[in-house]
C-alpha cells in the first residue's frame, strides 16, 4: 500500500525554525519527483520545494532564502527544514510524489497524484 506521511509540525513563535519530514512506503522503486506544499485556509495549494530523484532541487521564489528541501541516501524520506518562521507560514504542509522527473512543472499541484495526509505548521507573532 503506497503511504506517504509527514510528521515534525507543530506551533511555534514568529522567528523560530521547524523541520517537517516525509516517510514514503509502498512504493516499487522511488517516485521520480517528491515535494512540498502548503495550503492556508482560505487560499490555493502553494508550492515550496522540490527533490528529483537526481538530487536538483527547486524552490519556489518566496521560500529559497529560508526553506531547505533534503533527502536521505535511500531517497524515500524527504525533509523540509523551515528557519524565521512568520505568521504568513501557518498552513497544513502537506507532502506529494509523482512517477516522472522534477523538470515539468514541479511547483503545480496538479501534476503529483500521491499525497499525504498533512502536517499542521502554526506561526504565532
Known amino acids: 500500500q503506497v503511504q506517504l506521511v509527514e510528521s515534525g509540525g507543530g506551533s511555534v513563535q514568529a522567528g523560530g525554525s521547524l523541520r517537517l519530514s516525509c516517510a514514503a512506503s509502498?512504493?516499487?522503486?522511488?517516485?521520480?519527483?517528491m515535494g512540498w506544499f502548503r495550503q492556508a485556509p482560505g487560499k490555493e495549494r502553494e508550492g515550496i520545494a522540490t527533490?528529483?530523484?537526481?538530487?536538483?532541487?527547486t524552490y519556489a521564489g518566496s521560500m529559497r532564502a529560508r526553506f531547505t528541501i533534503s533527502q536521505d541516501n535511500a531517497k524515500n524520506t524527504l525533509h523540509l527544514q523551515m528557519n524565521s518562521l512568520k505568521p504568513e507560514d501557518t498552513a497544513m504542509y502537506y507532502c506529494?510524489?509523482?512517477?516522472?522527473?522534477?523538470?515539468?512543472?514541479?511547483?503545480?499541484?496538479?501534476?503529483?497524484?500521491?499525497w499525504g495526509q498533512g502536517t499542521q505548521v502554526t506561526v504565532s507573532s
Open positions: 506529494a510524489a509523482r512517477a516522472y522527473r522534477c523538470t515539468y512543472r514541479p511547483l503545480e499541484s496538479p501534476t503529483y497524484n500521491y
Open positions: 509502498g512504493f516499487t522503486v522511488r517516485p521520480a519527483c
Open positions: 527533490a528529483d530523484l537526481d538530487g536538483t532541487t
